[in-house]
C-alpha cells in the first residue's frame, strides 16, 4: 500500500510538472555529456598512448644542403659520415638501448612524404633533394630518448635529432586542454542542473502543500512524505544520464568508428564498448546531484 501511494505521488508530480522535469533532463544531459566527452578524451589519450609510445621512433637527420646546424658546417653529410654514424648505432654503448634502426635515403623521405600529404598541394613544390636522410631508431625504452641525443646531436653530419614522442605529447596536450574545456563546460550546467532540480521540487511541494499537510496530520513518516520528491528529481536526473551516455556511444560508434578510423586507419580509437564504461559513473552523478539537490530543497521549503 505504501509502495503504491509513493509511486501515485510520483506519478502525479511529474505530471503537474512535466515542463520542468523535462528542462531537467534536458539540462542533465547537455552537462553529463559534458563530463563523458572529457571522460571519452581521457580514454582516448590513453589509448593512443598505449598504442603510439611503443612506436614511436627517435630520427637523426643527417645534414643536407642548406642545413645550418654546428655540425654541418662542411656541408650535406658524405659517405663516410653516415658510415661512423651507423657503426656507433651498432656500438656497444648505444646498441643496448636500441631494438633496432633503419637508414632512409632521401628518396625514401620523399616517397613518404608523398604517401603522407598525398592530398595537399605542398607535395608539387617539393623535391627529393629537399628532405634529408635519417636513421630512424626504434628505442628499447623510449624513456632513453636523451642518451641518444647526447651522443648523435654533437656527431659530423647531424643536423638535429628529434623524438617523435615531443609531437605526440603536443597532440595529448591539446587534447587534455579540450578535456578542461568540457569539464569547465560540465560544471556550469551542471550548477544549472542543481539549481533547475531545486526548483522544480520546491514548485512541486508547493503544489502539494495541502496533500502533504494532511498526511502530517494523519501520521505518515519524514521518509513517506519526502520520497516521492526527491524520486521526481532522481527520475529525471537518470533519464538525462542515459541520454547523455547513448549520445557518447552513439558519437563513439558512428563518428569514432565508421568516419575517424576508416579515414586514419593507423590511429587506436576507443570503441563503444569502452564509453559505456562511463554510463555507470554518469548514472551514479546524476543520481547523486538530484538527491542531494532535492534533499536540500525539502529541508528548507517542506517542513515534516
Given at each position: 500500500m505504501r509502495?503504491?501511494?509513493?509511486?501515485?505521488?510520483?506519478?502525479?508530480?511529474?505530471?503537474?510538472?512535466l515542463s520542468m522535469v523535462i528542462s531537467v533532463i534536458l539540462v542533465t544531459f547537455v552537462s553529463l555529456t559534458f563530463v563523458g566527452a572529457a571522460g571519452m578524451l581521457q580514454l582516448q589519450i590513453n589509448q593512443m598512448?598505449?598504442?603510439?609510445?611503443?612506436?614511436?621512433?627517435?630520427?637523426?637527420?643527417?645534414?643536407?644542403d642548406?642545413?645550418?646546424?654546428p655540425g654541418c658546417a662542411t656541408g650535406p653529410a658524405t659517405p663516410e659520415q653516415e658510415d661512423n654514424l651507423r657503426k656507433l648505432l651498432q656500438s656497444p654503448a648505444v646498441a643496448q638501448y636500441v631494438?633496432?634502426?633503419q637508414y632512409e635515403s632521401k628518396d625514401d623521405a620523399y616517397k613518404h612524404f608523398k604517401e603522407q600529404f598525398?592530398?595537399?598541394p605542398i607535395v608539387d613544390s617539393v623535391t627529393p633533394d629537399q628532405l634529408p636522410a635519417s636513421f630512424r631508431i626504434n628505442m628499447k625504452d623510449p624513456e632513453k630518448y636523451e642518451i641518444i641525443s647526447e651522443t648523435f646531436s654533437s656527431q659530423a653530419g647531424v643536423e638535429t635529432v628529434i623524438d617523435q614522442r615531443q609531437l605526440l605529447e603536443r597532440l595529448f596536450s591539446a587534447m587534455n586542454?579540450?578535456?578542461?574545456?568540457?569539464?569547465?563546460?560540465?560544471?556550469v550546467m551542471i550548477i544549472c542542473a542543481i539549481l533547475l532540480i531545486a526548483t522544480t521540487i520546491r514548485l512541486s511541494a508547493f503544489s502539494r502543500r495541502r496533500e502533504t499537510g494532511i498526511m502530517r496530520l494523519v501520521g505518515a513518516s519524514k521518509m513517506?512524505?519526502?520520497l516521492p520528491f526527491i524520486l521526481e528529481g532522481v527520475i529525471a536526473a537518470v533519464i538525462g544520464a542515459a541520454l547523455a551516455s547513448g549520445t557518447l556511444w552513439a558519437v563513439a560508434h558512428f563518428f569514432?568508428?565508421?568516419?575517424?578510423?576508416?579515414?586514419?586507419?593507423?590511429?587506436a580509437f576507443i570503441s563503444p564498448g569502452q564509453t559505456l564504461m562511463l554510463a555507470p559513473a554518469l548514472i551514479g552523478l546524476g543520481v547523486v546531484l538530484a538527491g542531494i539537490s532535492s534533499l536540500l530543497t525539502l529541508r528548507r521549503y517542506l517542513r515534516v
Open positions: 509502495l503504491a501511494f509513493v509511486l501515485s505521488e510520483i506519478g502525479s508530480g511529474l505530471r503537474r510538472n598512448k598505449g598504442y603510439w609510445y611503443d612506436k614511436v621512433q627517435v630520427a637523426i637527420f643527417l645534414c643536407s642548406g642545413s645550418t646546424a631494438n633496432d634502426f598525398s592530398n595537399s586542454a579540450a578535456s578542461l574545456v568540457a569539464v569547465s563546460i560540465a560544471g513517506v512524505i519526502q569514432l568508428g565508421e568516419v575517424l578510423s576508416k579515414q586514419y586507419p593507423d590511429t
